[in-house]
Every structure is written in C-alpha cells, then in structure tokens.
C-alpha cells in the first residue's frame, strides 16, 4: 500500500501541475478577449457598449461560460490520462516482469480512473474495515502456524520425554534440516 499511495501522490502532482499550466494559459487568453468583447478599458472592468442586459445576452453569457468550463474538463481529463500513463510508464520501469508489475499497474489504473477524485490520499478500497479484515486473517494464519509448530515440533529436542508430537518420528542429521516421516 505504501508504494502505491507514492505512485498516487507522483501522479496527482502531475495532474496538478497541468491543470495550473491550463488555467494560466486560460486566464493569458481571457485578457486580449476581454479587450475584444469590451469588457475591459485599460486596466478597468467595463460594462461593454454592446451589452444590453437583455435575457439574450445572459443566456449568451452563460453558453459561452458553460462551453469555457467543458473545454476545461476535458483538458483536465485528458491531463490526468497523459499523468497516469506516464507514472505507468514509470512503475513498469521500476519493476521486473511478472505479478509484481502487473498487480501494480492494475491497481493503480484502478486508482486513477475518471470518478476518483485525484485528492484522495488511500488507495481505493483500502479502509479501516479492509486493514481490520487483513490483521484478522494475519492473525488466524498466525494461531494456524503456531498450532502446527506445537503438533510437529519438539522443543525439547528428540530423546526428551514429552514428546508433542506422537503420530511422526524424526530424524535428525547435523547440518541438515530435521526430517519428519510419517
């Protein structure tokens, strides 16, 4: 999890930055054009000659704003695709071939698609009920293990009197691992 919440905060510096390349170019436009429209005199916000007030020019207004802000969420997605195939393109870079690679870019595209927002800091579906749900089965795995160390193993060694363990003989050779034989 903690690599990939690194990958995630790489990519959302990324989505940012373009996004503020965007709005700096957007707002570099707005100058000359509100010049053009007459919405600007000098350095002073005006009322144009041309601007009635009439229902017309608002709804005029409200089209033209409505088409500014979707250009402006589509370069923001198209933004955050270039960011995440970039940091893909990182993680495969990073990685050998194999499950370890894959697993990480699948995660990550999953991260990353379009209704995520881009300032979440956990990865999607990493929660306190998903971390519970995993120390619970470390911990079962856990108890398991060390019941089967109880059954099969003699701490006391072989030749001692309590023997755990009564439905297997060892043998034991130095410098090699004990053998269990049923």
């Not at 800091?121 to 306190?128: D, E």
Request: with cysteine.
């Amino acid at each position: 999890m903690p690599r990939l919440s690194a990958w995630k905060a790489h990519w959302r510096k990324l989505v940012l930055g373009g996004d503020a390349v965007i709005l700096a170019g957007l707002l570099l436009l707005a100058l000359p054009l509100s010049s053009l429209l007459g919405f600007r005199d000098g350095g002073q916000f005006t009322k144009p000659g041309w601007w009635q007030g009439s229902a017309g020019d608002i709804a005029s207004m409200l089209i033209a704003l409505g088409v500014l802000t979707g250009a402006y969420a589509w370069l923001h997605f198209r933004v955050r695709e270039l960011a995440a195939g970039h940091v893909k393109n990182r993680i495969e870079k990073h990685y050998a071939p194999g499950p370890d690679r894959e697993c990480m870019g699948q995660a990550f595209s999953v991260n990353t698609r379009a209704w995520h927002s881009i300032f979440g800091t956990r990865p999607v579906g990493w929660s306190s009920r998903t971390r519970k749900r995993l120390q619970q089965s470390i911990a079962q795995a856990n108890e398991y293990v060390q019941t089967l160390n109880d059954t099969f193993t003699d701490p006391s060694g072989p030749g001692s009197s309590q023997h755990p363990a009564t439905c297997c003989r060892r043998t034991h050779q130095p410098g090699r691992a004990t053998r269990i034989h049923p």
